[in-house]
């Protein structure tokens, strides 16, 4: 069974893998538990609901950027979300998110520029490290903080 992940990525089972592909792991599939996004995919008949990824994109990298939220004013539905952006440069930007990923469709809150073209890009992370170094310096030092962390306590 393949379980629907960020942007049309999937993982595989570790019983649908080849032995080539396949890796060890320290407990058995069964051991592990569904996440609720996942029981909310099996809900909808294994279809993504990108109301509920953007909100997970959200709150993800929230940290990294000045304002970011799903638009309440655009229409978000099972297969298109809108997200609000602003970066740490004071950028703002409208997001979109679908099935092929997350593009930039707008150069303010809210809005669809159907014109603009722009490239997706299969991560949040992707997008924003090509959009703003205050994002790449805040997730970097987010990461040092959390090694640090892992070092301190002997990890």
Known sequence: ???????????KCTAELSPEEGM????????????PYEDRCADLGGVKDMRLEAEAVVSDVLFAVTDMHVSQTLTNA???AYI???TREGNRYCL?????????VGYAFDQVDEGLGSQYHETVYSLLDSL?????EAFGNA???????????GQ
């Open 24 to 35: 060890e792991v320290d407990c058995q599939p069964e051991e592990l538990s569904k996440s």
């Open 1 to 11: 069974m393949n379980t629907p992940t960020l942007a049309g990525m999937s993982r």
């Open 84 to 86: 609000n952006v602003e």
């Open 78 to 80: 099972l297969d298109v």
């Open 143 to 153: 990461l040092l903080q959390r090694l640090e962390r892992l070092k301190q306590n």
């Open 96 to 104: 979109e998110l679908t099935e092929a990923g997350l593009r930039v």
């Open 132 to 136: 703003s170094p205050g994002y790449r």
